[in-house]
């Protein structure tokens, strides 16, 4: 009983910020997700990340194995994606990044803060920032055709990740006045990710149940099949394994859809698997966090 209700302190307040946001939809009341995503991601969100990897004990060994765990663990999951596209004849420039882009971010950073603390936070950090490159990277080349290599380079998260990995390696600390205020500003970063994921889950709608729950379960057991073999390839510890499973069991993350918005892929087929993949994460990931805690 302990253990159950210690789990469900950790899940709890992620999952009820994302209720107030879908709630908050439900009930009609306006909630403006450009302005609000625009803010988290160029400013909230790289203060976070800044702050906490300036103030993560540097461990280099760990950190680029991690680093190269998490790449090595894309590429098994892009090839595991490849192929159920290729057998059941699925459309790549719909289904492909959505098997692979996990929302490691909106929901994998606040899980891993409040299951792993500062230090799983650390290391979640590294695997988003992964994630991030991929979807502005391979993931704009497949749904659109074309690189982004400008576009990535433009992501202030790209440059909180660089300056805090330097910070964090030279040890380096910023003013007092000053990390305290990036610290205020970072800490809005969580609520309004989630808050924003509830929101977009009551937007979105699904078209074919069926068929996203059976390719979103496909997408969640890639991710910790890909996550299980690297563990293995990888010499970790176990806290950085734990986070790098739960962030590759991550359902299909929404900036998946805005691709497909964007570059004229099947945007609703999109929508229903963040919908169904997201619910599905609900009811799995007390489970998934209570082994991976023992």
């Known amino acids: 009983m302990v253990a159950l209700l210690n789990i469900f302190e950790i899940v709890a307040p992620v999952f009820i910020l994302a209720a107030v946001g879908y709630c908050w939809v439900k009930f009609g009341f306006e909630y403006r997700v450009e302005f609000v995503t625009q803010f988290a991601m160029a400013i909230a969100l790289p203060c976070l990340v800044f702050t906490a990897l300036m103030k993560t004990e540097f461990q280099p060994y760990y950190f680029g194995n991690l680093l190269m765990a998490a790449i090595t663990g894309y590429f098994s999951l892009a090839i595991l994606a490849y192929v159920l596209v290729k057998i059941f004849n699925l459309g790549q420039r719909t289904y492909l990044m959505p098997l692979i882009s996990g929302n490691t971010g909106n929901l994998g950073l606040p899980l891993c803060l409040f299951a792993f603390g500062d230090a799983g936070f650390g290391y979640a950090i590294i695997v988003f920032s992964v994630t991030s490159i991929v979807a502005f990277t391979i993931g704009v080349w497949v749904v659109a055709g074309g690189g982004s290599l400008k576009q990535l380079l433009k992501e202030p998260l790209v440059g909180s990740t660089v300056s805090g990995l330097i910070f964090m390696w030279q040890g380096w600390e910023t003013p007092s006045f000053l990390t305290s205020s990036l610290e205020l500003i970072g800490q809005m970063a969580i609520p309004m990710m989630l808050i924003t994921l509830g929101v977009a889950v009551a937007r979105l709608q699904i078209t074919d149940i069926k068929k996203s729950f059976l390719i979103s379960v496909c997408k969640i057991l890639f991710g910790i099949t890909a996550a299980l073999l690297v563990s293995f390839m990888f010499d970790l510890p176990k806290v950085a394994i734990s986070v790098l499973i739960l962030q590759f069991s991550m359902p299909i993350a929404v900036t998946s859809y805005l691709l497909a918005e964007k570059y004229g892929a099947d945007s609703n087929a ?23 805690i023992t």
Do not use: C, D, Q
């Open 270 to 292: 999109v929508a229903g698997l963040v919908v169904v993949s997201t619910f599905i994460t609900v009811a799995i990931s007390p489970i998934l966090i209570a082994f991976l």
